[in-house]
């Protein structure tokens, strides 16, 4: 089912944050949203997942964004927000299982197929080994794996995650990124904000570059993330390799080194 957004524009506090976005993610395709602080990527995630008064039009296969009641909607599209502590104090298997509550009937328990959803959610995102662990225990990193678990289990056709892989270690980044890429192959459509460009370029299939409320960019990142693109929305200079047919990158310095204060200047 594809997610598409057209001319979405919102307004926050009286500022204009988003200006005529037009975004699309087709069933199979993993899409990275970049840009730098402030840009607009949990605004436009936000509008898209219903939370933000908007203008503009948001499709979810066939139906109208805003004509979707919330049972209708958590069944259609997980949405991950940026903000990521756990207030429940109940188990991570619980807290995981939540994830199938659009699915279950009024008072239902979670049957086999739930549990086995559940299950496999918890292993790619590495966490059965806490499964019996209150949830609100946890480290910030696995709380952020936890909620991931929870986001997979709802099992929709659109799955969008704000910021999944910040604060997680190098290797969980890695196996968040691959189980995004698995999902997506399964004919999911997925939106996953990043600041990593390395992660963002070797796992993501497109990437869409946000500056300012507006789209930058958008395409194969092999094309989009070159040092001109990298100095105007990021304001960097990036070190820019190939590694298995993809970019590797890594920031520098910054585009303009006059903006460096006290730092020893440009390395
Ligand atoms: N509730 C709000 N009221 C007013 N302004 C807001 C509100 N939420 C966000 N903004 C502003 O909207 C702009 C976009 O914020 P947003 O959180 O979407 O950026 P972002 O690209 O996700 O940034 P980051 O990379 O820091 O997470 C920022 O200038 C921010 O200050």
Redesign the pocket.
């Known amino acids: 089912m594809e997610l598409s957004a057209l001319a979405l524009h919102v307004d926050?506090?009286g500022?204009t944050?988003l200006r005529g976005v037009d975004l699309s993610v087709r069933p199979g395709e993993v899409v990275g949203l970049l840009?730098?602080?402030?840009?607009?990527?949990?605004?436009?995630m936000r509008a898209l997942a219903g939370q933000t008064a908007h203008t503009g039009t948001v499709r979810i296969g066939e139906r109208d964004g805003a004509a979707l009641l919330p049972a209708e909607r958590a069944r259609l599209m997980a949405y991950l927000p940026?903000t990521r502590v756990i207030g429940w104090p109940v188990s991570v298997e619980k807290a995981v299982a939540l994830g199938r509550l659009p699915w279950l009937g009024f008072g239902a328990k979670p049957g086999p197929r739930d549990l086995d959803i559940c299950r496999e959610a918890m292993a790619v995102m590495d966490v059965e080994g806490l499964a019996a662990r209150p949830a609100t225990e946890l480290s910030g990193g696995e709380q952020a794996r936890v909620l991931a678990a929870r986001a997979i289990a709802q099992d929709t056709p659109v799955l969008i995650a704000d910021?999944p892989a910040s604060g997680l270690d190098p290797a969980h980044q890695i196996s968040m990124m691959a189980a995004l890429g698995t999902i997506a192959r399964r004919g999911r459509a997925i939106l996953v904000?990043l600041?990593d460009l390395t992660l963002a370029a070797r796992w993501c299939d497109r990437v869409v570059l946000?500056r300012d409320g507006v789209v930058a960019a958008d395409g194969d990142p092999a094309d989009v993330l070159d040092a001109p693109m990298l100095a105007s929305v990021f304001g960097i200079r990036a070190h820019i390799a190939q590694l298995d047919g993809r970019p590797v990158l890594a920031p520098v310095g910054l585009a303009d080194a006059s903006r460096l204060v006290d730092a020893g200047g440009a390395r």
């Open positions: 926050l506090a500022r944050v840009g730098p602080n402030g840009a607009g990527k949990s605004t436009l940026q910021e904000s600041h946000l």
